[in-house]
């Protein structure tokens, strides 16, 4: 079998803050068969919200605020030849009105920290965070939403 014929996967890795999210992608990063990208729906949220973020200009300048193309580009091909496409996904960044059917074309998995400890490494920088702003509410409705919808086949 050919590069060009091997199976492609990509995973949308899901989870709040404080959630070792960075080290797993990281890990991710140093496979020779993995592309990762960092939060693709950064700029996009920041940019809707107008969320208090640190460098948030910057962070709007240089990303992408089109959540259809952001989709796009995770759904579509690997960048770089690569087989495997890891995304590390934040779960508050995936507002409403994202449209969640790509969801059934990426591999979703779910990194859950004891909610004791994202608040409580969450408060050094948010005095007072509610749980939209570390993400729980929005891994049940995306993990749901998930359980509901079977994959599409992939290749």
């Known amino acids: 079998m050919q590069r060009s014929e091997l199976p492609v996967t990509r995973i ?3 989870s709040g803050p404080r959630n070792i999210s960075t080290a797993m992608m990281r890990a991710w990063g140093n496979r020779d068969d993995t592309f990762v990208v960092d939060e693709p729906f950064y700029a996009f949220y920041l940019k ?26 995770l759904t ?7 087989r495997i496409f890891y995304q590390k996904q934040m779960t508050h960044h995936l507002l ?27 408060i050094k920088k948010n005095r007072e965070p509610t749980v939209e702003d570390v993400g729980f509410v929005q891994q049940v ?15």
């Open 96 to 122: 409403p009105e994202v449209s969640r059917d790509w969801l059934r074309d990426v591999t979703n998995c779910f990194l859950i920290r004891d909610p004791a400890e994202v608040i409580a490494s969450y």
């Open 141 to 155: 409705e995306i993990l749901t939403l998930c359980e509901a919808r079977p994959a599409r086949s992939r290749r």
């Open 76 to 82: 579509g091909p690997i960048p770089n030849g690569r």
């Open 48 to 73: 809707k919200t107008g969320a208090d973020h640190p460098a948030a200009k910057e962070v709007i300048a240089a990303g992408e605020t089109d959540w259809r193309k952001i989709v796009a580009n």
């Open 12 to 14: 949308a890795m899901w």
